[in-house]
C-alpha cells in the first residue's frame, strides 16, 4: 500500500490524472488493512475533485466502518450511495429502519438525506428532515462528517437557495425565513462572509427572492430587517432587491399617500411660481 499511494501522489506531476478507477482500489485496500482513516479521507478528497465512487468503493467503505464498529459512518456511506444513485426514497426508508431499532440517526443521517432530497427537487421532505433535525438540535453539516469546503459550500447554498425560493413561491415566507435563522443562525449574511473567506462567488438570488415575497406582502419591517443586515455584513443589495423595497415602501399606504401629496404640491408651484 505504501508504494501504491506514493505511486498515486506521483501521477499528476507525469500528466497521469487521478481518477474514480485509480481511487477505488487504494480505498479498498486501506479498509482491508483497517486504515479506515486514510480510507475515509481519500473518500472525501475524490468526491471534492468530482469522481463518482462506485459500488465497489462504497462497499468497501462500509464494511471497513462496520468493522471498526463505526456503524453511524456506515449507514452514512450507504445512504449516501443511495441518494447519490438517485434513490433518496429507499435512504428514507433505512432512517424509518434505524428509529424502529432505535438507533438515534445523527448530523451525518440527516445531512445526507436532505441533501438528497434537494439533488432530486423533493423540497416537502427535505423540509421534513430539517423540522427533524430542529427538534433534536441539529444543523446541517458538509456530510460524512467533513469539514466544509468549496464543493460542499457551494452545495449547502444551492440546497439553502433551492427550498428558501420553493417556499417564497409557495407563498409561504415566514417558513423561509425561519430557515434562514435555522441555517445560518441570527444574521443572514453569515454564510455568504464563509463563503466570501473561502473566496466562492455570492448569489443574491435567494436574497432576491425572500425580499421581493416578504414586500408582497406587506411586511416591510422584515424585508428592511434583512436588507439591513446585509448591508452592515458588506452585501451589497443588487437592483432587484433595491426595486423590491422601493414598491414595497410605495405601494404601503402610509409612504404613498404624503409621497402623492408632495407630489400634488410640487407641481402646483411649477404651474403657477408666484404662489
Known sequence: ???????????PNHGCPQDSDTYGPLINGLCKLGKIGEAKELFNEMETKGCLPSVVTYTSLIHGFCQTNNLDEAVGSLMDGLCKGGHSSQAMELLG?????????????????LHGFCEEGKLQEALEILDRMKLQGMKPDAGLGV??????????VRIHNAVVQDLCS?????????????????????????MRTRGISIDMKTFDTLVK??????????????VDEMVLDGCVPDEGIWSSMVDGFWNCKKVRGPAELLQAELMSEMVDPET
Open 1 to 11: 500500500m505504501g508504494a501504491a499511494l506514493r505511486i498515486f501522489c506521483e501521477m
Open 170 to 194: 409557495s407563498g409561504d415566507p415566514n417558513r423561509a425565513c425561519q430557515l434562514y435563522v435555522f441555517f445560518l443562525g441570527s444574521r443572514p449574511c453569515q454564510l455568504y462572509l464563509s
Open 213 to 226: 415575497c416578504i414586500c408582497k406582502k406587506g411586511d416591510l419591517h422584515k424585508a428592511y430587517q434583512i
Open 97 to 113: 429502519l434505524m428509529v424502529s431499532k432505535r438507533h438515534k440517526p445523527n448530523n451525518i443521517t440527516y445531512s445526507t438525506l
Open 147 to 156: 469539514s466544509p469546503n468549496r464543493l460542499t459550500w457551494s452545495l449547502h
